[in-house]
Each structure stands twice: as structure tokens, then as C-alpha cells.
């Protein structure tokens, strides 16, 4: 009896490695948020909109589901500002152009950022139904996305935008192939351009997300939003072993730049988010951007390419005469 156990514990973990929620279990961010379109942007939203990008590889031929969980805004998981009030839309869209439109990878809603065809969309307000329960997107014909050549498979991009009201919708996505189970499509991905996510309360969390830093890229520029003194951002890549961050405080945007090595390029850095252990900040919302030298934003995958980046210090010998 204790072996079986013991297997079922190590089926489920291995499962949960395999599996595709966003935010990712090794991120270990709670939730994705994004608020009502009459909200202020001191709640830790800065434009009331989050794009996602799902990847189905190009021999995956069988129909895929883009399923959201807790869609509402009025249950345990939200954060109310008064009575709730707020409705958030969330949309798929496949066909040329809605990943390669440049509009479509900016930060900002502006422009044809909602590019390509439109192949489901639904509004939800405070729905007790979909309280901390999923609602599915689907069948999707997965040849119905954007082929991509340098991705080697086909795009999604899901938007969810806050309609009207002001409280904070906290969610989560996940990519399956069943309409009714959390099963991952073999080799899928997801990435956004712009995080906007929910901390954990516990001050002992740390949280972390993965932008990619292409053969092209020769520095980065790392923002952040509305952080609230809620502790230290730092990074780690294979060339930099914990550099701290600046932060932001309430409302605002703070950036800062770092050179790209050799060896960096191709490879995933990782933003750690740890908490302030001084005093618990709750209910902390933060968005965080990483560009390029040219203005470009870099993708974060859930699923770091390359691997979770560990830093490889360089050791110096000396002959000894």
C-alpha cells in the first residue's frame, strides 16, 4: 500500500512538471490579473489589458483547448474594490498576422493589436458558476493559428481586457488537448510580452518568470511597475549571479539597463521576485517588461527555452612559477 502511494506521489509530480498552466508551477505565481476598465492603475494594472501567445508545434493535428480558470470577477479569488462590478472579456484570435502584426507583440492596446481572426470571444462579470471552476474555449483546429517558421509551429493570441467596473479579475490559463481536463499538448508553450501577475502574500514565496534573449539581442532593458516595496527583484543568468534590480514604487515605472554577453544569447534570463521580509504586503499586482537595444519587447515563456538558467562563473588560472 505505502508504494503505491509513493508512485501516485511521483506520477502526480511528474505530471505537474509536464504540465501547462500559466502562470507555470516553477514560476510559482498565484495569478494572472487584470482589472475592470474604470479601475485605476495604482492597483498594480497599468492598462487594464494582458495578451498571451499560446505555441501548438507544428505536428500536433489534433483540435486544442484554451481553458481559463475562475473567468469571473466576484468570487473569493478577486479583489473587490467595492460591491463587484466589473466585466472582462476574454478573446481568441487565430490566422495570419495575429502573432507577426507589431502591434500584437506591443505592451500597449493601441493600434491593430487585436489582429487576426477572431474565433471566440466572451464576456464575464460575477457569474457564480465559473467561481473557482473552468471555462473551456474549444475544439480549436490547431491549423486555424498563425504558422510561425522560427517557432516551428502555430500561434494563439488570447486577450483579456477589462470591459467596465474596477475590480482586479484574478485568473489562469491552461493549454489542453480535452475539453473537460487539464491534459497538455506535447511540446506546446506559452509567452507574453507584457506580465502582469498577482504576488503571493506568504513573504517566504518567490516568484520568477523567463524572458528569452535572442542571438540579436546586446542589452535589455528591465522594467517593472508599481512594485509597492514589496521586497528585492534580482537576476540570474549563466553570466550574472543575482544582480539586484531596482523597483518601483506605487503607480510608476521603473528601468533599468544591463549588457547581454556572449554566452547569454539563446538562453532564458530569470527575474526572481523576492518578498519583503520585513512587513507582509498583500495583494500585490506588479507588471514587468524586458526590450531589446532597439525598443523591442522579449517574450516570457512559461516553459524557459533552454532551461531554467543556472549561472556558470568563470574561474581564472594561474601558472604557479
Known amino acids: 500500500m505505502r508504494i503505491t502511494i509513493i508512485i501516485a506521489f511521483i506520477l502526480l509530480k ?12 516553477d514560476e510559482n505565481i498565484p495569478y494572472l490579473v487584470t482589472f475592470g476598465a474604470d479601475s485605476k492603475t495604482s492597483w498594480g494594472d497599468d492598462d487594464f489589458c494582458q495578451t498571451f501567445f499560446f505555441l501548438i508545434p507544428e505536428k500536433h493535428t489534433e483540435p486544442i483547448y484554451i481553458r481559463v480558470y475562475d473567468p469571473d470577477t466576484g468570487g473569493e479569488l478577486d479583489e473587490a474594490k467595492a460591491d463587484f462590478n466589473t ?13 507577426s502584426d507589431p502591434d500584437a507583440q506591443a505592451t500597449d492596446p493601441v493600434g491593430n493589436y487585436k489582429s487576426g481572426i477572431l474565433l471566440a ?7 457564480s458558476k465559473y467561481d473557482e471552476a473552468y471555462y473551456t474555449f474549444g475544439p480549436i483546429n490547431p491549423f486555424e493559428g498563425e504558422y510561425v517558421k522560427k517557432f516551428q509551429g502555430r500561434l494563439f493570441k488570447v486577450i483579456a481586457q477589462g470591459e467596465s467596473g474596477d475590480d482586479g479579475n484574478l485568473y489562469r490559463y491552461f493549454l489542453s488537448s480535452s475539453p473537460d481536463q487539464n491534459i497538455p499538448v506535447e511540446g506546446g508553450n506559452v509567452f507574453t510580452y507584457e506580465y502582469t501577475f498577482r ?47 531596482e523597483t518601483s514604487g506605487d503607480d510608476h515605472w521603473i528601468m533599468r539597463k544591463y549588457p547581454i554577453v556572449e554566452e547569454e544569447k ?52 594561474e601558472g604557479i612559477h
Open 14 to 25: 511528474s505530471w505537474q512538471l509536464f504540465a501547462q498552466p500559466t502562470p507555470a508551477e
Open 87 to 99: 466585466s472582462i472579456r476574454f478573446s481568441i484570435y487565430g490566422g495570419n498576422n495575429c502573432w
Open 121 to 127: 470571444s466572451k464576456s464575464f462579470g460575477s457569474e
Open 199 to 245: 504576488l503571493s502574500n506568504n513573504p517566504r514565496q518567490v516568484s520568477q518568470i523567463y524572458p528569452y534573449i535572442d542571438d540579436l539581442t546586446i542589452s535589455v532593458e528591465i522594467s517593472n511597475f508599481d512594485w509597492d516595496n514589496d521586497g528585492v527583484i534580482r537576476i540570474i543568468s549563466i553570466a550574472k549571479n543575482g544582480i539586484i534590480s
Open 266 to 317: 539563446n538562453s532564458s534570463l530569470e527575474v526572481q521576485f523576492i518578498k519583503n521580509q520585513q512587513q507582509t504586503i498583500m495583494n500585490n499586482n506588479v507588471v514587468v517588461v524586458v526590450r531589446n537595444q532597439y525598443g523591442l519587447s522579449l517574450p516570457f515563456f512559461v516553459i524557459p527555452l533552454g532551461g531554467v538558467p543556472v549561472y556558470k562563473p568563470k574561474i581564472k588560472m
